[in-house]
Nanobody, 124 residues
């Protein structure tokens, strides 16, 4: 089992950057595939980015358009999402997720463990 806590959200102007962090408890963080999802007001939660246990494989949603970078530091039990060139459309609550039994996952229902989310607001 793993507990996840996101941080790093906030208010930023369009064109700015933020780095989100997802801190995981437990000694087996490196066994988990990880992902970032987001949910904007009035919309369903959607996939943003995913990374496998080692960090060697990543996958991004099309709308990321090379603006975001997912990474992880297994010895620190932390995953990151570097977000650059932010747009007002990126405003959402961002969630991290973890799953042990997959290599890499892009679907919400593939993940068992979720954080509480961190708010990202991009002003125009």
């Amino acid at each position: 089992q793993v507990q996840l806590v996101e941080s790093g959200g906030g208010l930023v102007q369009a064109g700015g950057s933020l780095r989100l962090s997802c801190a995981a408890s437990g000694r087996t963080f490196s066994s988990y595939a990880m992902g970032w999802f987001r949910q904007a007001p009035g919309k369903e939660r959607e996939f943003v980015a995913a990374i496998n246990w080692s960090g060697g494989s990543t996958h991004y949603a099309d709308f990321v358009k090379a603006r975001f970078t997912i990474s992880r530091h297994n010895t620190k039990n932390t995953m990151y999402l570097q977000m650059n060139s932010l747009e007002p459309e990126d405003t959402a609550v961002y969630y991290c997720a973890a799953e042990r039994d997959v290599f890499i996952a892009t679907m919400e229902d593939q993940y068992e463990y979720w954080g509480q989310g961190t708010q990202v607001t991009v002003s125009s």
